[in-house]
T-cell receptor, first 111, second 110 residues
Framework: DAGVIQSPRHEVTEMGQEVTLRCKPI?????LFWYRQTMMRGLELLIY????????DSGMPEDRFSAKMPNASFSTLKIQPSEPRDSAVYFCASSNRYGYTFGSGTRLTVV | DAKTTQPPSMDCAEGRAANLPCNHS???????VYWYRQIHSQGPQYIIHGLKNNETNEMASLIITEDRKSSTLILPHATLRDTAVYYC???????????FGKGTKLTVNP
């Protein structure tokens, strides 16, 4: 089991560009979560899916952020257009009824 | 809206037991107590969870008070690699959203 796989590990982009973060959850896990972590705000839940359906997106900061889960093995978090204040580490996690597993994160820097 | 209260920081000497407290006075009867930790720049890592009985695994022990309003995570022989932020979280089960508070930053000193 390779765990939750996120890509890329690091992303540096210019303000205004579109950014797409990717996540492959653990096979058999039925829930998927996107988190953002900054020094100021800690770990924030952005959105989560259950059986590929978005359940709670109340943490998505604004319309520039969108997330999709087209199938059980893939999810994306897109920021368009990106801004410097979006710089953070973005974590994906998946879970089943036994527990949660986090990926290694994507460190996003918007300059 | 984390439902737990933890001290912001603690120190522990290497080789000694680290006891991390957590208050969760509003916990419901069907809510579990979960502990996670985050080592610098890594994703949070599951440690242990329990409902009302004390639990032990290869990483740690979890002691839950009889009224379930507080718990203590015990790392029996702390090492330098245990330096991390430790999060105590209460929730109903594995498909519910995990909400992190500020946690306790544990520093293990040589």
């Amino acid at each position: 089991d390779a765990g939750v796989i996120q890509s890329p590990r690091h992303e540096v982009t210019e303000m205004g560009q579109e950014v797409t973060l990717r996540c492959k959850p653990i096979s058999g896990h039925n829930s998927l979560f996107w988190y953002r972590q900054t020094m100021m705000r800690g770990l924030e839940l952005l959105i989560y899916f259950n059986n590929n359906v978005p359940i709670d997106d109340s943490g998505m900061p604004e319309d520039r952020f969108s997330a999709k889960m087209p199938n059980a093995s893939f999810s994306t978090l897109k920021i368009q257009p990106s801004e410097p204040r979006d710089s953070a580490v973005y974590f994906c996690a998946s879970s089943n009824r036994y527990g949660y597993t986090f990926g290694s994160g994507t460190r996003l820097t918007v300059v | 809206d984390a439902k737990t209260t933890q001290p912001p920081s603690m120190d522990c000497a290497e080789g000694r037991a680290a006891n991390l407290p957590c208050n969760h006075s509003t916990i419901s009867g069907n809510e579990y107590v979960y502990w996670y930790r985050q080592i610098h720049s890594q994703g949070p890592q599951y440690i242990i969870h329990g409902l009302k009985n004390n639990e032990t695994n290869e990483m740690a022990s979890l002691i839950i008070t009889e009224d379930r309003k507080s718990s203590t995570l015990i790392l029996p022989h702390a090492t330098l690699r245990d330096t991390a932020v430790y999060y105590c979280i209460v929730l109903q089960g594995g498909s519910e959203k995990l909400v992190f508070g500020k946690g306790t930053k544990l520093t293990v000193n040589p």
